[in-house]
């Protein structure tokens, strides 16, 4: 009877063992999001960590990160948030990587205490890049005149209705090195003990977490389930903390409201653009 009525109780609650509350950070990182396309971004994913981290008895955190990159503000405001709430709750962060956590997907993974990745994730890809299409010709084509009106001589930069110019090629440069440049201090600042000196280190390039491990990249090879019980015993459990659920019971990346024909129209022709973004961020990657 004794062993029936503890059944009962959720497994958070129960003394027999230590529970770690995970976290699935996966997709591309992006602001934005709908019901029907959920992305990755802290609007997402807040109310996860802060529940996650609010589970008193858990020594630690732990992260599952699966993400090709996206926006690196998210990325790092993602990467803020987690590090303020171990700090907060003093509580340990064990990030464990996927296929891939590369680029943006990487910076997440800083914030934890340790990385773990299998031998065949990807990791790295420590670069900024940005991607467009151009349709000048295409609007010769079908007899359509672009016309800009502007107050301010650099407000139509980089305009993808008009011809590429060199100067805006450059500024874009600029901006990319920059974050280039913050990119590369966070991996030093929690890293930097243990990476190896690799002149491609910061380069773009990825690897598998084999090699990741010989870069300094992550801290050991392995999976969440293993390593759990490895460090906390074979009764040690883990618990997905799952994304709030809305009125219906469907998960829900945000607030939104009821959407007319228009607007599901529009989102529709957005997707599909998404979509093909998505797949060429996962392409990168062989995935």
Request: no cysteine; net charge positive; hydrophobic share 45%.
């Amino acid at each position: 009877m004794a062993e029936f009525l503890k059944r009962l109780v959720p497994q958070r609650f129960r003394k027999d063992g230590v529970v770690i509350p995970v976290v699935r950070l996966h997709g591309p990182i992006m602001s934005g999001g709908s019901k029907f396309r959920p992305t990755l971004n802290l609007a997402s994913v807040a109310q996860q960590l802060d529940k996650a981290f609010a589970m008193k008895n858990s020594p630690a955190v732990a992260l599952s990160i699966n993400s090709p990159g996206g926006s690196p503000v998210q990325s790092r405001m993602i990467f803020d948030r987690i590090r303020a709430l171990a700090e907060e709750k003093k509580k340990r962060v064990l990030v464990f990587v996927e296929d891939v956590a590369a680029s943006g997907g990487y910076m997440i993974a800083l914030a934890g205490d340790e990385i773990i990745a299998d031998a065949t994730s990807i990791v790295g890809s420590i670069g900024v890049v940005s991607g467009g299409f151009g349709f000048p010709e295409l609007l010769k084509k079908i007899g359509v005149e672009r016309r800009v009106y502007t107050a301010g001589e650099n407000k139509v930069i980089l305009d993808p209705f008009q011809p590429e110019k060199q100067s805006d090629i450059d500024y874009l440069k600029t901006l990319q090195l920059e974050i280039h440049d913050i990119f590369i201090e966070m991996v030093k600042a929690r890293r930097g003990t243990v990476l190896a000196d690799d002149p491609d280190l910061f380069s773009g390039l990825f690897w598998t977490g084999r090699k990741g491990l010989a870069l300094g990249l992550v801290d050991r090879l392995g999976n969440l389930r293993d390593e759990v019980r490895t460090r906390y015993g074979a009764d040690a459990r883990i618990e997905l903390i799952g994304a709030p659920k809305g009125l219906f019971g469907r998960r829900t990346p945000g607030v939104g409201g009821l959407m007319g024909a228009d607007q599901i129209a529009a989102q529709a022709a957005a997707g599909l653009a998404e979509t093909l973004e998505e797949k060429a961020m996962w392409g990168r990657y062989g995935l």
